[in-house]
């Protein structure tokens, strides 16, 4: 019904709710480590899981660091691919 409204892919729906299901599990478990790692693996930041969990910035990222939770950065190639024509 959303698709058929508002034409946006099945794929990005599915995206989205996926991350609204996390805000709410990440509202429900308030500094649980299994949470935060999930979230944080989504790309969700420090500042808007405090806000979730009604603490601070700081008190969200001592947790990370007392449990060893680093940010983590990887390369993306984004050079087309060989062989690849766009028309």
């Given at each position: 019904?959303?698709?058929?409204i508002?034409?946006?892919t099945p794929?990005?729906?599915e995206?989205?709710?996926h991350i609204?299901d996390?805000?709410?599990?990440?509202?429900e478990n308030?500094f649980d480590?299994?949470?935060?790692?999930a979230?944080?693996?989504m790309?969700?930041?420090d500042?808007?899981?405090?806000?979730?969990?009604?603490?601070?910035?700081?008190e969200?990222?001592?947790?990370?660091?007392?449990n060893k939770i680093?940010p983590n950065?990887?390369?993306?190639n984004?050079?087309?691919?060989?062989n690849?024509?766009?028309v």
């Amino acid at each position: 019904l959303i698709h058929d409204i508002t034409k946006i892919t099945p794929f990005f729906l599915e995206a989205i709710k996926h991350i609204i299901d996390m805000e709410s599990t990440l509202k429900e478990n308030a500094f649980d480590l299994n949470t935060l790692k999930a979230a944080k693996k989504m790309g969700f930041s420090d500042k808007y899981i405090a806000k979730l969990w009604k603490c601070t910035e700081k008190e969200v990222c001592t947790f990370r660091k007392e449990n060893k939770i680093y940010p983590n950065y990887r390369m993306i190639n984004t050079a087309p691919v060989e062989n690849e024509r766009y028309v």
